[in-house]
T-cell receptor
Framework: KNEVEQSPQNLTAQEGEFITINCSYS?????LHWLQQHPGGGIVSLFM???GKKKHGRLIATINIQEKHSSLHITASHPRDSAVYICAVKGTSQFYFGTGTSLTVIP | KAGVTQTPRYLIKTRGQQVTLSCSPI?????VSWYQQTPGQGLQFLFE???????NKGNFPGRFSGRQFSNSRSEMNVSTLELGDSALYLC????????????????FGPGTRLTVT
């Protein structure tokens, strides 16, 4: 059983489209993280959320603690957004990770 | 401020050997976590260190161990390497460890890609 489920696994979008990636989790958490990983391996933390909503530029992340669900939205997608997006949650003693969503944005 | 550094970046070892990987956190960060990433299992948590003490450990065999030094630098060691240990090993640092009531931003290093032949 996976503690963190992400959907979709793969996503192809045209430049300019609005994109949503979903994350559901089953453990109690102190925070949820959205990570971005480009080819080559480097991981960047995009958001850390414990409630509500955060916005950085074209990226928006929301979390519903009661429903144990989070979404990552990308507005006006761009080819440079092409990457793997990973949802991670911190449980009582360790981090759990989703399998990632591979996003390709076509010009 | 310099980011998280990991050495070496690439490593090739033979089955049965042991390996030590190093991680230097961002200056002022006192917590270091280690992760393994493979195509089949994705990202998995290995351990978290704070003040030279292991705070949490993931579901890995005892062949995987680590330590943290007084300057917050951390090393992880894998003994008796197996083919399945081939992976990208990532470390991340944060100001403080993540507790049940608080969470701190994690900053990832570039990783060490280990190949076991």
């Amino acid at each position: 059983k996976n503690e963190v489920e992400q959907s979709p696994q793969n996503l192809t979008a045209q430049e300019g489209e609005f994109i949503t990636i979903n994350c559901s989790y089953s453990v109690g958490i102190s925070a949820l993280h959205w990570l971005q990983q480009h080819p080559g391996g480097g991981i960047v933390s995009l958001f850390m959320l414990s409630s509500g909503k955060k916005k950085h530029g074209r990226l928006i992340a929301t979390i519903n603690i009661q429903e144990k669900h989070s979404s990552l939205h990308i507005t006006a997608s761009h080819p440079r957004d092409s990457a793997v997006y990973i949802c991670a949650v911190k449980g009582t003693s360790q981090f759990y990770f989703g399998t990632g969503t591979s996003l390709t944005v076509i010009p | 401020k310099a980011g998280v550094t990991q050495t070496p970046r690439y490593l090739i070892k033979t089955r049965g050997q042991q390996v030590t990987l190093s991680c230097s956190p961002i200056s002022g960060h006192r917590s270091v976590s280690w992760y393994q990433q493979t195509p089949g299992q994705g990202l998995q948590f290995l351990f978290e260190y704070f003040s030279e003490t292991q705070r949490n450990k993931g579901n890995f065999p005892g062949r995987f161990s680590g330590r943290q030094f007084s300057n917050s630098r951390s090393e992880m060691n894998v003994s008796t390497l197996e083919l399945g240990d081939s992976a990208l090993y990532l470390c991340a640092s944060s100001l403080m460890p993540t507790g049940t009531a608080t969470s701190y931003e994690q900053y990832f290093g570039p990783g060490t890609r280990l190949t076991v032949t």
